[in-house]
């Protein structure tokens, strides 16, 4: 049973818009073919506005209803990421090492067919915003959008997004109310002692035995500082020391770089301030010198409880009422969102695009041969075109 039918034409039309945005990735902030076709997709669809420019490669399209009332808000990322696609089928990547390996290619043509599904219907009273915006993976284009006025500009009074999910079966909608996904930051660490020759190590301060020290004092600040009742990861994910194969030079300096994820802003205080400590400490302790440069990136995604029941109930339209999971798993992943969501109620969303494409197993976000699944782009329509028909009702 389909909520309302899509003819197949609409379908291809958006099945082919998501393969040439897929066949043509852009990094965040470059996103200007892209953002290009978005805007020129809007206008023929008969979007009221569209306005361009905001956060560089950001865009927003505005749609009103049969009467007035209130305001929606709907967002979708453009960004691809900077690697190389390994998939050799026809609408693989044109581009070297920029590939959409997170599926921000359906994300942009789902909400692209939700504007022209409510550009033709407008069964809703109110003005319908969708958001497209750049440089989800690290570069918090959301953040910018915010900051350069998205919500002063475009009045929404809640919003949504949604992500694919390739570990979510087919069929199945995903969220759930407070923290569903991690602040995500980076941190790095740089020590420096005083290299020399590796036969003589009295004579230097060697900052590879610091570094070690340092690489697994931090992996207690979850176990010993953290309560075990709160949610938290501390990795070092490189590091960087001497040239190979120099087996006898020890260098003067070592970095690492890691990532430290948490629900709880007091937490995410306490993880830094141990880490500064724990890089001091040790490092004093070796008579090295420790710098420990610490960025906040992406605050943690918080749903709000009234607007997760509402997307719920928008959710069980579509995909039926035993396939939509409000109390639906939480990840440690970032997303920017989340600074939309710092000021504006709303609901971050997942929908399930399993199992697996390849037949050796699922293949993960970020992972050279990852495709969206086009199945999924009538019901991403429908779920983005039953928010706005039921947040506005005429
Ligand atoms: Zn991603
Ligand atoms: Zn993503």
């Not at 070297?96 to 994300?107: F, L, Y």
């Not at 284009?141 to 979510?168: Q, S, T, W, Y």
């Not at 339209?317 to 798993?329: K, L, P, Q, R, S």
């Amino acid at each position: 049973m389909k909520l309302f039918d899509l003819p197949q034409n609409f379908v291809d039309d958006l099945v082919a818009i998501r393969r040439d945005i897929h066949a043509n990735p852009e990094l965040g902030y470059l996103e200007t073919r892209t953002s290009a076709l978005v805007a020129e997709r809007l206008r023929a669809y008969g979007v009221d506005e569209v306005h361009t420019g905001i956060a560089k490669t950001g865009l927003v399209g505005v749609i009103r209803g049969k009467r007035s009332g209130g305001t929606i808000g709907m967002r979708a990322d453009m960004d691809a990421l900077p690697m190389q696609e390994k998939n050799t089928f026809f609408h693989a990547s044109k581009q070297a090492k920029v590939m959409h390996a997170c599926g921000h290619d359906g994300h942009t043509t789902m909400l692209l067919g939700a504007a022209r599904y409510l550009a033709e219907t407008r069964n809703f009273a109110g003005t319908v915003h969708v958001i497209f915006q750049p440089a989800e993976e690290g570069g918090a284009g959301g953040d910018l959008m915010v900051k350069e006025g998205l919500f002063d500009r475009f009045d929404c009074e809640r919003i949504f997004a949604v992500h694919n999910r390739p570990d979510l079966a087919l069929g199945k909608w995903g969220t759930r109310a407070g923290a569903f996904m991690a602040s995500a930051d980076r941190f790095t660490i740089e020590v420096t002692g005083k290299g020399g020759h590796a036969a003589r190590p009295h004579l230097i301060c060697d900052p590879m035995v610091v570094a070690a020290n340092i690489m697994l004092a931090v992996q207690t600040i979850v176990s010993r500082n953290v309560s075990p009742l709160e949610t938290a990861v501390v990795g070092i994910s490189a590091i960087e020391g001497g040239d190979l194969p120099a087996f006898n030079v020890v260098p003067d300096t070592v970095k690492m770089t890691g990532t430290v994820r948490t629900y709880d802003p007091a937490v995410r205080d306490l993880i830094e301030a141990r880490l500064a400590e724990m890089v001091q400490g040790i490092c004093a302790a070796h008579r090295a010198v420790g710098t420990l440069k610490y960025a906040r990136l992406y605050p943690t995604v918080i749903n709000t409880a009234a607007e997760v029941e509402f997307a719920r109930q928008a959710a069980a339209e579509v995909w039926g009422e035993a396939n939509a999971d409000a109390n639906y798993t939480p990840s440690m992943g970032g997303e920017d969102f989340s600074f939309m969501l710092q000021k504006r109620p709303g609901c971050y969303s997942v929908i399930g695009q399993g199992p697996a494409l390849l037949s050796d197993g699922m293949v993960p976000l970020h992972n050279t041969r990852y495709d969206f699944c086009d199945e999924i782009i009538p019901n991403g329509v429908r779920y983005f075109s039953r928010l706005a028909e039921r947040g506005l009702p005429l």
